[in-house]
């Protein structure tokens, strides 16, 4: 899976959970500051990634990564193979 496979199902997701519209996402933008989810649905969200994507994104990981870039270079960093078991 590639980077820009990586965000069309982070925005997937966005849409999904958040009723976010995915043409206004990107790497950029935050999801509470921008989207205004609440942490219900970012829970939601790590939970469904996790088993999306079949990599660990731990809760005190987690809770760092602010947008969206952040959660699709923890992936990315983790299906290569360079974030341990730990997320670290």
Known sequence: ???ADILAELKAMLAEFGDVDPEHVDEQTAFIADLGLDSLVL???TVVAEERFGVRIPD?????LHTVGAVLNHVEHALAGQIGAGGE
């Open 43 to 45: 829970v939601r969200m």
């Open 1 to 3: 899976m590639n980077r």
């Open 60 to 64: 005190e990981v987690a809770w760092e």
